[in-house]
């Protein structure tokens, strides 16, 4: 009897992580709905915990530290390609990354004037509209996609 007692248990917290999950996508659908990239938007938002007790400003808050990251991890992916192709990329090739440099490197400061103005207020988000925030970084993420698509 022992035995099923912790079965149970870790069912009962699998079916209630699940039902919190499920709770969370349909939260996350409700904000991306019309958004530039509705699947990634998705994606990021439904990995928050508790979505529904979260502000706008937080969700903001959370996506563009998610956003900075990727753009992070996306700078080291072109390095990784210049290191490992050195002398070995035509012209075209070495001039795209170095295009994808300076692309992420505008995103990452468009991503910072975000940060920066959103963490200026005594809460996250106070002092701008967040009307203004969506609209910069939109633009950060849309410089960032244009990248790898072109």
């Known amino acids: 009897m022992n035995t099923i007692s ?3 248990t870790i069912l009962l917290l ?3 992580q699940s039902t919190h999950g499920v709770k969370n996508l349909e939260i996350a659908h409700r904000h991306c709905d019309g958004t530039l990239y509705p699947s990634l938007c998705v994606d990021t938002l439904s ?5 529904d007790r ?3 400003a937080e969700i903001l808050c959370h996506t563009l530290n998610v956003t ?3 753009v992070r991890a996306s700078e080291k992916n072109v390095t990784g390609l210049e290191c490992a192709n050195r002398g070995a990329l035509s012209p075209i090739q070495e001039q ?3 295009d994808c440099h300076e692309l992420l ?4 400061d468009q991503l910072r004037v975000v940060s920066s103005e959103m963490t200026s207020g005594a809460d996250c988000g106070q002092n701008r509209p967040v009307t203004d925030l969506v609209t910069f970084f939109g ?3 849309t410089d960032t996609y244009t990248d790898w698509e072109g």
């Open 68 to 70: 900075e990251d990727e």
């Open 96 to 98: 795209g990354l170095k």
């Open 6 to 8: 912790p079965l149970i």
């Open 47 to 51: 990995n928050i915990p508790n979505l």
């Open 14 to 16: 699998v079916l209630l």
């Open 105 to 108: 490197e505008t995103t990452l």
């Open 139 to 141: 633009a950060a993420k």
């Open 54 to 56: 979260k502000s706008m």
